[in-house]
Every structure is written in C-alpha cells, then in structure tokens.
C-alpha cells in the first residue's frame, strides 16, 4: 500500500496520510482548515516498515476505511509537574 504524507505549515509536527498523492477528496474541509496548505513531503510503501511516531498498522486501517490518517505529535510533557509528583512520592 502507497501513500502519500503532507505536513501542516499551521501545526507543528503534524502530518496528514492519504491514499493519493494531491486527492484530498476525503478529508473533512473543518481538518483542512485547521490543517492549513498541506505541504508534501514523500510518497512511502508502508508493507515491510515501521513509522517513527505512528503505528503502520493503524495508518493502513485509517486509509482503508476513513481515507486519511492524521498524525499529531506526542502532547507536551510539564516538567515541573512531573519534579513536583517525584518529589512528594519520595
């Protein structure tokens, strides 16, 4: 299975999945508002591979059913947060 990945110029580190490269038909006009200008970025085989933030498995369903896939980066974590639950578990 081919697909092609298009970044968000809008959104940081958030990529968008599709079936074919430039058809974005299926994507609802709301995500691509909020999206922004889709920027290509590479047309990948995904049989065989595994992806750096995305579970392959998930990609190919989401294309097969939904059409798209889209790939959001990991949320924030607050480091000061996290200091202040280590220290009253200590």
Known sequence: MLCSIYKSL???NTYLYINKKDDFADIPAQLMST???P???MVIKLEGRTLALADVEKVKEALRTIGFYLQVPPPVINLLEQYKADQAAK
């Open 39 to 41: 920027q290509f970025v």
């Open 35 to 37: 999206f922004g200008k």
């Open 10 to 12: 809008k959104k940081d």
